[in-house]
């Protein structure tokens, strides 16, 4: 097995690569992963940040478009259908941003921290 020089999790998490060379892509399209890295053949099999990503991005953005709402309809007095249009499409831009590093974050953390299922030996 060859060696690897660390790489920060943060870094290969917002570049969207691999965790453990820093080197190759980690995604496949969109949010659909390798199966492993091209770079150090890293299986990516092991890779599941099931609903960590969504989780984050529901209270990160829900609480801005939820706020930025409420300023437009309250304080800038928008019509409705302006404050849900600006809120709406906030949420909607803001979640297509983020939700690609954020979920290539996790995984290069479960890395990182070797997390995985429990098991009851080594
Ligand atoms: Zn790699």
Known sequence: MS???PVSPYAAGLGCKCPRCGQGPLFDGYLKLRKECEQCQLD???ADSGDGPAVFVIFIVGFAAVAMAFVARYVLYAPIGVALFISMTFAIGSILLIIRPLKATMIAL??????????LEE
Do not use: L
């Open 3 to 5: 060696y690897y020089p």
């Open 44 to 46: 990516y099999a092991k």
């Open 110 to 119: 479960q890395y990182a921290n070797k997390a995985s299922e429990g098991r």
